[in-house]
Nanobody, 114 residues
Framework: QVQLVESGGGLVQTGGSLRLSCATS????????MGWYRQAPGKQRELIAS???????DYTDSVKGRFTISRDHDNDKVYLQMHALKPEDTALYYC????????WGQGTQVTVSS
């Protein structure tokens, strides 16, 4: 059974930093391209960062240079380091595979105050 458990969200001021974690199980993690997604109120969920099995990465323009995705193959975890946070980064953040997503976890809320 696939499980995705996100954590690390919170309330920060503009310019602050957070590090999100995602614990996975049942995914065949070592062969999956993983991603971080977010869903802001009233908007569709979007893929903002992804990481391949060779740790090459890709980012959507809005987070490029501020967010860093990484993965831990020993512990089947994915991380998202976020710096220079802006109010428009406020959203519910999820991790999942990039192709053939598994059931979504609960997500972790990030709120950036102005």
């Amino acid at each position: 059974q696939v499980q995705l458990v996100e954590s690390g969200g919170g309330l920060v001021q503009t310019g602050g930093s957070l590090r999100l974690s995602c614990a996975t199980s049942g995914l065949l993690f070592s062969i999956r391209r993983m991603g971080w997604y977010r869903q802001a109120p009233g908007k569709q969920r979007e893929l903002i960062a992804s990481i391949n099995t060779d740790s090459s990465t890709d980012y959507t323009d809005s987070v490029k240079g501020r967010f860093t995705i990484s993965r831990d193959h020993d512990n089947d975890k994915v991380y998202l380091q976020m710096h220079a946070l802006k109010p428009e980064d406020t959203a519910l953040y999820y991790c999942n595979t990039v192709i053939l997503q598994a059931s979504w976890g609960q997500g972790t809320q990030v709120t950036v105050s102005s």
